[in-house]
């Protein structure tokens, strides 16, 4: 089982990096971009067997506690 986290800036966040590759984008050329916005992608490789609802549960945790920062974070997480 894997499991993938995506974590974003909170749509009220300033996100300069976005802002900074959204301009380089204009500046290409790709003017229908109206939004960018820079995060981090955590994949996780889970053992065989791993009970699924108890792996979501302490993934969950680990993302709200130690991989996001909530105040200014929005976090995702799939399980495949």
């Known amino acids: 089982m894997k499991a993938k986290i ?10 300069p990096q976005g802002k900074t590759v959204q301009n380089a984008l204009a500046h290409m ?6 939004g ?5 992608y955590v994949e ?3 053992a065989p067997g791993t009970d ?3 792996a979501e549960a302490a993934l969950s ?3 709200r506690k ?4 909530p105040v200014i974070e929005d976090f995702k997480l ?3």
């Open 78 to 80: 799939e399980l495949e």
């Open 66 to 69: 130690f991989l996001s920062n």
């Open 44 to 46: 996780i490789d889970l």
């Open 6 to 15: 995506i974590i974003t800036p909170k749509k009220a966040v300033l996100d």
């Open 29 to 34: 050329g790709y003017t229908a971009v109206t």
């Open 52 to 54: 699924c609802a108890a």
């Open 61 to 63: 945790e680990a993302g």
């Open 36 to 40: 960018v916005h820079i995060g981090k």
